[in-house]
């Protein structure tokens, strides 16, 4: 997550009639056991999060090696996929400035096309970039942020295999420079609002899913942004029995502390540019920036669960807030 704020953070859903009439029963404890019908995803994500942590990535700091490697693992797997670059190619390079210098950072964009042509867009974000080395040890960032971007690439298969709205395209991004500054993100929505043919219904971003606290629950921001939230909350946990919370504070140091979520991702830039917007993230953790941040340290089922709640959510028709 973003380096430069200095704190620790960390089948389709059922028809709209059901929906709308059986929402009436308490939330599932936070204990109940996972329930997934993606159980061939989990081999998959596990593979993607060994890859991008590996020590070849050299943590994937923006512009390195570790990076280019990155870029062209991400995009072999977009195209093993069967996704469609957005613009000629999947890699869209940007220029940012940082610490008194010119950088080029790449985010990666992936689209899958509506069915039926439309203007509606629906996106889903995740940074594919981390603190890189340091003396002769590499950060892996396996939670921050592998287990988004394989969490996003588990979304996109599914919705290449069962699309679930037809008038609806999906967006795919691996954004860069999210750690010193939400640049990648920054630099797309500013591509989005000089595009006419797109119009954003809402952006999903995904940073930090992997390693849940003792509640096992996913932490959601945004909720304001959906439509009737209180409903999608308890049909999306009484699909896969995963806890969905909001209002996150942070525990450091023995004091209480409350983190800015709004600027914490790479959903801030949508939220400046008056997008709707989600983000989905787990609460702050002894191996975050750190070298211990590794995939053995992930909870794999629990990804596998955010994934296809994600899933299931952008499967509503009728989401967003109307402005």
């Known amino acids: 997550m973003l380096q430069s704020l200095m704190c620790y953070r960390v089948a389709r859903l059922l028809l709209l009639t059901s929906f709308i009439g059986g929402c009436s029963a308490s939330l599932p404890e ?78 990666l964009v992936a689209t899958i096309p509506a069915k039926v042509p439309s203007r509606r867009w629906r996106i889903i974000t995740a940074h594919y970039d981390h603190l890189g080395q340091k003396g002769g040890e590499f950060f892996p960032g396996a939670d921050d942020n592998a287990s988004g971007v394989a969490g996003m690439l588990a979304i996109a298969q599914r919705w290449q295999q069962y699309a679930p709205v037809d008038d609806i395209n999906l967006m795919l991004v691996a954004t860069d420079a999210e750690e010193p500054g939400l640049f990648g993100s920054d630099a797309l929505v500013k591509l989005l609002q000089h595009d006419p043919t797109i119009e954003v219904e809402l952006s999903v971003n995904l940073d930090m899913i992997g390693h849940p606290d003792r509640r096992r629950a996913i932490y959601m921001e945004g909720e304001k942004n959906l439509a009737q939230f209180s409903q999608v909350q308890q049909q999306l946990m009484q699909q896969t029995q995963l806890c969905i919370r909001t209002h996150r504070r942070n525990l450091l140091s023995g004091r209480l502390n409350k983190t800015d979520w709004l600027r914490a991702s790479d959903h801030y830039p949508f939220h400046k540019a008056g997008y709707k917007w989600v983000y989905f993230g787990v609460p702050p953790h002894v191996q975050y920036h750190t070298i211990n941040d590794t995939a053995d340290t992930l909870d794999i089922d629990f990804i596998v669960a955010v994934a296809e709640t994600v899933y299931q959510m952008l499967s509503i028709d009728k989401l967003t807030v109307i402005p």
């Not at 999060?49 to 943590?59: D, K, M, R």
């Not at 390195?64 to 190619?89: C, D, H, M, Y």
């Open 30 to 107: 936070c204990s109940s056991e996972l329930i997934s019908s993606w159980p061939e995803a989990k081999q998959q994500i596990n593979q993607d999060i060994i890859q991008l942590t590996s020590a070849e990535f050299q943590g994937r700091k923006t512009a390195t090696a570790g990076s280019k490697v990155a870029q062209t693992f991400l995009i072999s797997r977009f195209n093993q996929l069967g996704l469609k670059p957005w613009q000629a190619e999947f890699a869209i390079p940007f220029t940012f400035d940082y610490q008194f210098s010119t950088m080029t950072g790449t985010n």
